[in-house]
């Protein structure tokens, strides 16, 4: 009965050893697919070819096989559909294994492996990552002229959601115009993720029509602030800058606030004129929108106004608290009179820090 028990074991014993290691040549044969999240990633020849034919910002992916925040970060922050979805439509994203050992062309130059030490990385990597060889590690590219890109932010590191957003608007919006990256993500931040900031509400804003009754009774100066639904740097603009203490202490003294949505359909009735919204296929936006922009609409901008409702200034692009309250105190001084900006900026101490 024993010899019996014996032979049954170890049989069972090796049915069960040859199926593991059926199951493992099966692994081995058939390997799970690597998640790539739900971005639609292309090659850095791909993203190459599609720049110079309609250009696009890109960002960059820089992985290993051997890295776990690496696909952590595929399995987490790149498989948000909202997210994705941003990405899709905004850039150009490539996934680069900063170890391969292909050879590749980017804006006209070629880049190899040099095979060098333990693990070498790709010459395009350490070039991209200034020698830094973290991972992962995003690179974000706007501004493509005459074949290269006149802006390239690097943030190594692992980012969740909350953290690579900002950068992405950074970068779409044009934002590194006039702003470091760093203090547009603490403001973005502060306009979404601070729930306490956000029910904070200063800032008294009017119609243009109220405005410029307002006008005929308290002389001011007049900001009229462009932007949309669909622009989140206006977001961010519109929910720090102008809720900034500081800021709005100045505001408050020597401006009526004009909020001004380029998709409103109200009548503007200005110096004898009446300002439509026709919804055109050549003209979508409001017409007063197209009046103050001279048709170079850039998101956002602020018009200032003089106190006889005389246009004065256009200022595009998002601004930071610290460059708003330059440009305010500028045009509130009547200083864009006598002196030119670039010595204003030079010479002005104000109550926020410069960034």
Known sequence: MKKKYLIFTCLFSLTLLFHA???????????????????????IEEADKKVKIAPKPLIID??????????????????????????????????????TTDTIEFLGYKYYNQGIGKRPPHDFAVKMLNGKMSYPSTVFMSNYQNNSFQFSLLIPGYLDVPKIEPFLVFTVEYVFKTTQAEEFAD??????????????????????????????????KTIV?????????????????????????????????????????????????????????????????????QNGLTLPSMVIFNEQMQVVNLVPYYMSPSITEAILEFFAKDAYKNTKWEDWQKTFVGKLPKK
């Open 62 to 99: 820089f992985y290993t096989d051997w890295c776990g925040w690496c696909k952590h970060m595929m399995k987490t922050t790149f498989s948000n559909p909202y997210l994705a979805e941003y990405i899709n439509s905004n850039f150009y994203p490539v996934r680069f294994n900063a170890e």
């Open 187 to 220: 403001n973005y931040n502060l306009a979404f993720y601070d729930s306490i900031f956000a029910k904070v509400k200063k800032t008294k804003w009017l119609t243009m029509n109220q405005a410029v009754d307002s006008n005929k009774v308290n002389k001011k």
């Open 225 to 293: 602030f462009i932007h949309s639904n669909w622009c989140n740097s206006c977001k961010v603009m519109k929910q720090s800058t102008f809720e900034n203490e500081v800021i709005n202490k100045i505001v408050s003294k020597n401006y009526n606030m004009v909020d001004l949505n380029i998709e409103s359909t109200d009548t503007i009735n200005f110096m004898g004129q009446k300002f439509f919204n026709e919804r055109t296929q050549e003209k979508p936006f409001h017409q007063f929108v197209y009046a103050l922009s």
């Open 21 to 43: 290691n059926k199951t493992l040549a099966q692994v081995l044969m058939n390997p799970e697919p690597e998640n790539l999240g739900l971005v639609k990633w292309m090659t």
